[in-house]
Protein backbone atom coordinates (compact mmCIF):
# COMPACT_ATOMS: atom_id res chain seq x y z
CA UNK A 1 0.00 0.00 0.00
CA UNK A 2 1.29 3.31 -0.88
CA UNK A 3 0.48 6.35 1.11
CA UNK A 4 1.20 8.83 -1.94
CA UNK A 5 -0.77 7.57 -4.74
CA UNK A 6 -0.57 8.95 -8.07
CA UNK A 7 -4.10 9.32 -8.77
CA UNK A 8 -5.52 10.29 -12.21
CA UNK A 9 -9.20 10.61 -12.68
CA UNK A 10 -11.37 10.90 -15.91
CA UNK A 11 -14.39 13.18 -15.19
CA UNK A 12 -17.41 14.84 -16.70
CA UNK A 13 -18.51 18.14 -15.38
CA UNK A 14 -21.03 17.92 -12.64
CA UNK A 15 -20.89 14.64 -11.20
CA UNK A 16 -17.37 14.94 -11.91
CA UNK A 17 -17.08 18.00 -9.99
CA UNK A 18 -18.45 15.90 -6.83
CA UNK A 19 -15.88 13.24 -7.26
CA UNK A 20 -13.01 15.09 -7.88
CA UNK A 21 -13.90 17.49 -4.73
CA UNK A 22 -14.06 13.74 -2.72
CA UNK A 23 -10.70 13.28 -4.25
CA UNK A 24 -8.63 15.87 -3.38
CA UNK A 25 -9.86 15.51 0.01
CA UNK A 26 -9.46 11.97 -0.04
CA UNK A 27 -5.50 12.34 -1.09
CA UNK A 28 -5.30 15.38 1.33
CA UNK A 29 -6.36 12.62 4.52
CA UNK A 30 -3.46 10.84 2.97
CA UNK A 31 -0.91 13.61 2.38
CA UNK A 32 -0.60 11.78 -1.13
CA UNK A 33 0.51 14.54 -4.35
CA UNK A 34 -2.26 16.16 -6.02
CA UNK A 35 -4.07 13.92 -8.72
CA UNK A 36 -4.87 14.96 -12.17
CA UNK A 37 -7.84 15.37 -13.26
CA UNK A 38 -8.61 14.68 -17.18
CA UNK A 39 -11.91 16.52 -18.12
CA UNK A 40 -14.04 16.46 -20.65
CA UNK A 41 -14.30 19.30 -23.41
CA UNK A 42 -17.07 17.64 -25.97
CA UNK A 43 -19.64 19.88 -24.06
CA UNK A 44 -17.38 23.29 -24.67
CA UNK A 45 -19.54 25.63 -27.36
CA UNK A 46 -18.62 28.84 -29.18
CA UNK A 47 -21.73 31.47 -28.10
CA UNK A 48 -21.86 34.90 -28.56
CA UNK A 49 -18.59 35.23 -29.21
CA UNK A 50 -16.91 33.49 -26.22
CA UNK A 51 -15.47 29.87 -25.82
CA UNK A 52 -17.46 28.32 -22.89
CA UNK A 53 -16.51 25.00 -21.14
CA UNK A 54 -18.62 23.51 -19.03
CA UNK A 55 -17.46 20.80 -17.60
CA UNK A 56 -14.20 22.54 -16.99
CA UNK A 57 -16.13 25.58 -15.14
CA UNK A 58 -17.81 23.10 -12.90
CA UNK A 59 -14.76 21.42 -11.63
CA UNK A 60 -13.01 24.44 -11.59
CA UNK A 61 -16.19 26.50 -9.70
CA UNK A 62 -16.23 23.76 -7.38
CA UNK A 63 -12.65 23.24 -6.44
CA UNK A 64 -12.15 26.85 -5.89
CA UNK A 65 -16.06 27.17 -3.87
CA UNK A 66 -17.22 29.45 -6.32
CA UNK A 67 -19.71 27.13 -7.66
CA UNK A 68 -23.85 27.42 -7.46
CA UNK A 69 -24.27 24.52 -5.36
CA UNK A 70 -28.42 24.28 -6.16
CA UNK A 71 -27.86 24.32 -9.69
CA UNK A 72 -24.90 22.58 -9.77
CA UNK A 73 -23.14 24.73 -12.88
CA UNK A 74 -22.23 28.01 -12.70
CA UNK A 75 -21.13 30.80 -9.84
CA UNK A 76 -22.56 31.08 -6.84
CA UNK A 77 -24.91 33.91 -6.26
CA UNK A 78 -24.66 35.34 -10.35
CA UNK A 79 -26.84 37.65 -11.77
CA UNK A 80 -27.74 37.94 -15.57
CA UNK A 81 -27.62 41.61 -16.72
CA UNK A 82 -25.38 40.91 -19.26
CA UNK A 83 -27.48 37.96 -20.39
CA UNK A 84 -30.87 39.59 -20.79
CA UNK A 85 -29.46 42.57 -22.46
CA UNK A 86 -27.64 39.79 -24.94
CA UNK A 87 -31.00 38.47 -25.55
CA UNK A 88 -32.86 42.01 -26.01
CA UNK A 89 -30.26 41.68 -29.13
CA UNK A 90 -31.40 38.56 -29.99
CA UNK A 91 -28.05 37.13 -29.43
CA UNK A 92 -26.86 33.71 -28.06
CA UNK A 93 -29.53 31.14 -27.34
CA UNK A 94 -33.11 32.04 -25.65
CA UNK A 95 -32.73 28.72 -23.51
CA UNK A 96 -29.24 29.43 -22.06
CA UNK A 97 -28.40 31.36 -19.53
CA UNK A 98 -24.82 32.97 -19.16
CA UNK A 99 -24.31 34.60 -15.83
CA UNK A 100 -22.43 37.76 -15.49
CA UNK A 101 -19.53 36.11 -13.62
CA UNK A 102 -19.92 33.50 -15.82
CA UNK A 103 -19.26 35.47 -18.44
CA UNK A 104 -16.09 37.20 -16.69
CA UNK A 105 -14.35 33.21 -17.29
CA UNK A 106 -15.68 32.99 -20.66
CA UNK A 107 -14.46 36.20 -21.69
CA UNK A 108 -11.13 35.55 -19.99
CA UNK A 109 -11.04 32.13 -21.38
CA UNK A 110 -11.53 33.73 -25.19
CA UNK A 111 -8.97 36.17 -24.73
CA UNK A 112 -6.30 34.14 -23.64
CA UNK A 113 -7.21 31.67 -26.71
CA UNK A 114 -7.43 34.66 -29.32
CA UNK A 115 -3.60 35.31 -27.77
CA UNK A 116 -2.30 31.98 -28.65
CA UNK A 117 -2.80 29.89 -25.56
CA UNK A 118 -3.91 26.30 -25.83
CA UNK A 119 -6.81 25.24 -23.54
CA UNK A 120 -4.43 23.25 -21.22
CA UNK A 121 -2.18 26.85 -20.88
CA UNK A 122 -5.60 28.30 -19.90
CA UNK A 123 -6.26 26.46 -17.50
CA UNK A 124 -3.07 26.72 -16.24
CA UNK A 125 -4.05 30.78 -15.90
CA UNK A 126 -7.31 29.66 -14.22
CA UNK A 127 -5.65 27.49 -11.13
CA UNK A 128 -3.37 30.60 -10.86
CA UNK A 129 -6.36 32.34 -9.49
CA UNK A 130 -7.81 29.73 -7.63
CA UNK A 131 -5.12 27.40 -6.49
CA UNK A 132 -7.18 24.02 -7.05
CA UNK A 133 -5.50 21.39 -5.55
CA UNK A 134 -5.61 18.93 -8.06
CA UNK A 135 -3.71 19.49 -11.84
CA UNK A 136 -6.37 19.84 -13.97
CA UNK A 137 -6.16 18.67 -17.59
CA UNK A 138 -8.51 19.03 -20.26
CA UNK A 139 -8.79 15.80 -22.82
CA UNK A 140 -7.64 17.70 -25.53
CA UNK A 141 -6.32 21.13 -27.06
CA UNK A 142 -8.43 20.35 -29.82
CA UNK A 143 -11.70 21.62 -30.21
CA UNK A 144 -14.50 18.64 -30.67
CA UNK A 145 -17.42 20.16 -29.64
CA UNK A 146 -20.25 17.27 -29.34
CA UNK A 147 -22.68 16.58 -32.28
CA UNK A 148 -26.10 14.91 -31.75
CA UNK A 149 -27.26 13.28 -34.35
CA UNK A 150 -31.29 12.97 -34.35
CA UNK A 151 -33.20 9.67 -35.22
CA UNK A 152 -35.13 11.96 -37.47
CA UNK A 153 -31.71 13.31 -39.60
CA UNK A 154 -30.87 16.37 -37.81
CA UNK A 155 -27.71 17.46 -36.69
CA UNK A 156 -27.49 19.97 -33.53
CA UNK A 157 -25.01 20.69 -30.67
CA UNK A 158 -24.82 18.95 -27.39
CA UNK A 159 -25.81 21.85 -25.37
CA UNK A 160 -28.75 22.64 -26.96
CA UNK A 161 -29.87 19.10 -27.06
CA UNK A 162 -29.37 19.05 -23.40
CA UNK A 163 -30.38 22.16 -21.95
CA UNK A 164 -33.18 23.51 -24.54
CA UNK A 165 -34.43 19.78 -25.08
CA UNK A 166 -33.74 18.11 -21.93
CA UNK A 167 -32.44 15.18 -24.20
CA UNK A 168 -36.25 14.67 -25.44
CA UNK A 169 -35.48 14.65 -29.25
CA UNK A 170 -34.64 10.53 -29.91
CA UNK A 171 -30.86 10.83 -30.41
CA UNK A 172 -29.35 7.91 -32.94
CA UNK A 173 -25.67 9.05 -32.19
CA UNK A 174 -22.92 11.65 -30.86
CA UNK A 175 -20.18 12.22 -32.76
CA UNK A 176 -17.08 14.65 -32.20
CA UNK A 177 -15.78 16.38 -35.22
CA UNK A 178 -12.30 16.71 -35.30
CA UNK A 179 -11.73 14.06 -32.69
CA UNK A 180 -9.72 11.81 -35.36
CA UNK A 181 -7.09 14.40 -35.43
CA UNK A 182 -6.98 14.95 -31.46
CA UNK A 183 -4.29 14.07 -29.32
CA UNK A 184 -4.68 13.84 -25.20
CA UNK A 185 -3.97 17.61 -24.23
CA UNK A 186 0.44 17.72 -23.03
CA UNK A 187 0.85 15.44 -19.77
CA UNK A 188 -2.04 13.62 -19.78
CA UNK A 189 -0.48 10.21 -21.56
CA UNK A 190 2.81 10.81 -19.15
CA UNK A 191 0.47 10.98 -15.81
CA UNK A 192 -1.85 8.18 -17.22
CA UNK A 193 1.99 6.29 -17.39
CA UNK A 194 3.09 8.06 -14.44
CA UNK A 195 0.17 6.92 -12.29
CA UNK A 196 -0.28 4.09 -9.28
CA UNK A 197 -3.96 4.07 -10.46
CA UNK A 198 -6.79 5.44 -12.49
CA UNK A 199 -10.50 6.15 -12.25
CA UNK A 200 -13.30 6.27 -14.08
CA UNK A 201 -15.29 8.89 -12.26
CA UNK A 202 -19.05 8.46 -11.83
CA UNK A 203 -19.97 10.46 -15.12
CA UNK A 204 -22.43 10.14 -18.39
CA UNK A 205 -20.50 7.03 -20.31
CA UNK A 206 -21.51 8.31 -23.44
CA UNK A 207 -21.50 12.11 -23.73
CA UNK A 208 -18.99 12.78 -20.50
CA UNK A 209 -16.74 10.29 -20.21
CA UNK A 210 -17.59 8.83 -23.80
CA UNK A 211 -15.46 11.75 -25.61
CA UNK A 212 -11.94 11.47 -23.08
CA UNK A 213 -12.04 7.73 -24.53
CA UNK A 214 -12.36 8.26 -28.03
CA UNK A 215 -9.23 10.63 -27.96
CA UNK A 216 -6.77 8.74 -30.52
CA UNK A 217 -4.49 7.18 -27.99
CA UNK A 218 -5.99 7.39 -24.55
CA UNK A 219 -7.58 4.34 -24.79
CA UNK A 220 -3.77 2.81 -25.41
CA UNK A 221 -2.43 4.73 -22.53
CA UNK A 222 -4.77 3.36 -20.44
CA UNK A 223 -4.50 -0.22 -22.05
CA UNK A 224 -0.33 0.12 -21.33
CA UNK A 225 -0.24 1.57 -17.87
CA UNK A 226 0.62 -0.75 -14.91
CA UNK A 227 -1.72 0.60 -12.85
CA UNK A 228 -4.88 -0.60 -12.20
CA UNK A 229 -7.92 1.00 -13.70
CA UNK A 230 -11.11 1.60 -11.32
CA UNK A 231 -14.32 2.82 -12.12
CA UNK A 232 -17.49 4.07 -10.33
CA UNK A 233 -20.78 3.56 -11.68
CA UNK A 234 -22.84 6.45 -12.21
CA UNK A 235 -25.97 4.32 -11.79
CA UNK A 236 -27.58 3.00 -8.28
CA UNK A 237 -30.39 0.87 -7.78
CA UNK A 238 -30.50 0.63 -11.65
CA UNK A 239 -31.66 4.59 -11.78
CA UNK A 240 -29.29 7.37 -13.29
CA UNK A 241 -27.43 9.49 -10.43
CA UNK A 242 -28.27 12.87 -12.66
CA UNK A 243 -28.73 14.42 -15.99
CA UNK A 244 -30.34 12.01 -18.91
CA UNK A 245 -27.49 9.58 -18.82
CA UNK A 246 -29.95 6.82 -19.47
CA UNK A 247 -31.14 8.66 -22.77
CA UNK A 248 -27.17 8.71 -24.04
CA UNK A 249 -27.19 4.60 -22.96
CA UNK A 250 -30.20 3.57 -24.76
CA UNK A 251 -28.96 5.35 -27.81
CA UNK A 252 -25.69 3.04 -28.36
CA UNK A 253 -27.80 0.07 -26.87
CA UNK A 254 -26.82 -0.02 -23.29
CA UNK A 255 -29.37 -1.09 -20.68
CA UNK A 256 -29.48 1.89 -17.84
CA UNK A 257 -27.49 -1.03 -14.58
CA UNK A 258 -24.58 -0.67 -13.40
CA UNK A 259 -23.74 -4.43 -14.62
CA UNK A 260 -23.98 -3.51 -18.46
CA UNK A 261 -22.20 0.19 -18.31
CA UNK A 262 -19.19 -1.80 -16.35
CA UNK A 263 -19.56 -4.10 -19.46
CA UNK A 264 -19.69 -1.58 -21.97
CA UNK A 265 -16.22 -0.10 -20.48
CA UNK A 266 -15.43 -3.77 -20.70
CA UNK A 267 -12.62 -5.55 -18.48
CA UNK A 268 -8.76 -4.77 -19.06
CA UNK A 269 -8.03 -8.50 -19.37
CA UNK A 270 -10.47 -8.42 -22.20
CA UNK A 271 -9.32 -5.35 -24.57
CA UNK A 272 -11.49 -2.99 -22.22
CA UNK A 273 -10.88 -0.63 -20.10
CA UNK A 274 -11.40 -1.51 -16.08
CA UNK A 275 -9.95 -3.80 -13.63
CA UNK A 276 -12.29 -3.29 -10.84
CA UNK A 277 -16.01 -1.40 -10.53
CA UNK A 278 -17.37 -0.21 -7.52
CA UNK A 279 -20.99 -0.48 -7.20
CA UNK A 280 -23.25 1.04 -4.87
CA UNK A 281 -24.91 -1.48 -1.87
CA UNK A 282 -28.40 -1.16 -4.02
CA UNK A 283 -26.60 -3.12 -6.50
CA UNK A 284 -24.74 -5.66 -4.58
CA UNK A 285 -26.66 -8.26 -6.25
CA UNK A 286 -24.87 -7.58 -9.63
CA UNK A 287 -21.68 -8.23 -8.47
CA UNK A 288 -21.32 -11.98 -9.68
CA UNK A 289 -22.53 -10.88 -13.12
CA UNK A 290 -19.60 -8.27 -12.68
CA UNK A 291 -17.48 -10.54 -11.73
CA UNK A 292 -18.35 -12.90 -14.41
CA UNK A 293 -17.33 -10.62 -16.57
CA UNK A 294 -13.86 -10.37 -15.80
CA UNK A 295 -14.14 -7.04 -13.79
CA UNK A 296 -13.53 -6.96 -9.64
CA UNK A 297 -16.54 -6.03 -8.12
CA UNK A 298 -16.47 -3.49 -5.05
CA UNK A 299 -19.65 -3.03 -3.18
CA UNK A 300 -19.74 0.37 -1.53
CA UNK A 301 -22.21 3.47 -0.43
CA UNK A 302 -22.12 5.38 -3.86
CA UNK A 303 -24.28 8.35 -3.04
CA UNK A 304 -22.09 11.59 -3.62
CA UNK A 305 -23.81 13.61 -0.63
CA UNK A 306 -21.07 16.08 0.21
CA UNK A 307 -17.22 16.07 -0.17
CA UNK A 308 -16.58 13.30 3.00
CA UNK A 309 -18.66 10.86 1.39
CA UNK A 310 -17.41 11.33 -2.36
CA UNK A 311 -13.74 10.88 -0.14
CA UNK A 312 -15.11 7.81 1.05
CA UNK A 313 -16.04 6.55 -2.38
CA UNK A 314 -12.30 7.08 -3.39
CA UNK A 315 -10.85 5.46 -0.04
CA UNK A 316 -12.61 1.77 -1.34
CA UNK A 317 -11.43 2.35 -4.36
CA UNK A 318 -8.05 2.96 -3.62
CA UNK A 319 -7.82 0.00 -0.56
CA UNK A 320 -9.87 -1.95 -2.87
CA UNK A 321 -6.62 -2.39 -5.02
CA UNK A 322 -4.10 -1.57 -2.57
CA UNK A 323 -2.37 2.07 -2.81
N1 LIG B 1 -27.56 24.04 -18.02
C1 LIG B 1 -28.86 24.28 -18.18
O1 LIG B 1 -29.67 23.41 -17.93
N2 LIG B 1 -29.30 25.52 -18.60
C2 LIG B 1 -28.45 26.53 -18.88
O2 LIG B 1 -28.90 27.61 -19.26
C3 LIG B 1 -27.06 26.29 -18.70
C4 LIG B 1 -26.11 27.29 -18.92
C5 LIG B 1 -24.76 27.02 -18.69
C6 LIG B 1 -23.80 28.02 -18.88
C7 LIG B 1 -22.47 27.77 -18.63
C8 LIG B 1 -22.09 26.50 -18.19
O3 LIG B 1 -20.80 26.25 -17.93
C9 LIG B 1 -23.01 25.48 -18.02
C10 LIG B 1 -24.36 25.73 -18.26
N3 LIG B 1 -25.32 24.73 -18.06
C11 LIG B 1 -26.64 25.01 -18.26
C12 LIG B 1 -24.90 23.37 -17.67
C13 LIG B 1 -24.50 22.51 -18.88
O4 LIG B 1 -25.36 22.66 -19.94
C14 LIG B 1 -24.59 20.99 -18.68
O5 LIG B 1 -25.18 20.61 -17.49
C15 LIG B 1 -23.28 20.31 -18.80
O6 LIG B 1 -22.59 20.68 -19.96
C16 LIG B 1 -23.43 18.78 -18.75
O7 LIG B 1 -22.34 18.35 -18.06
Same mark, same amino acid.
Given at each position: ????????????????????? #?? *???????????? $????????????????? &????? +???????? &???? &?????????????????? /??????????? #????? %????? =??????? %????????????? *????????????????? $???????? =????????? $??????? &?????????? %??? @?????? /???????????? #????????? %???????????????? +??????????????????????????? #?????? +????????????????? @????????????????????????????????? @???????????????
Amino acid at each position: MSSSPRVVVLAGGVGGAKFTL #GV *RAALARRGAPEA $TVVVNTGDDLWLSGVRL &QPDVD +SIVYALAG &QNDT &QRGWGRAGDTERVNHELQ /AWGAGWPWFTL #GDLDL %GTHLA =RTGWLRD %GLTPTQVIGRMSR *RWPLGVHLLPMTDTEAD $TIVVLCDG =RRMHFQEWW $TRHRAAL &QPAAFENPGI %GDA @APAPGV /AEAIAGADVVLL #GPSNPVVSL %GPILAVPGMRAALAST +SAPVVGVAPIIGGRVVRGMADVCLAAI #GVETSA +SAVAAHYGARADGGLLD @AWLLAEEDGALAPEVAGRGIRPIVTPLWMTDAA @ASADIVDAALDAVGV
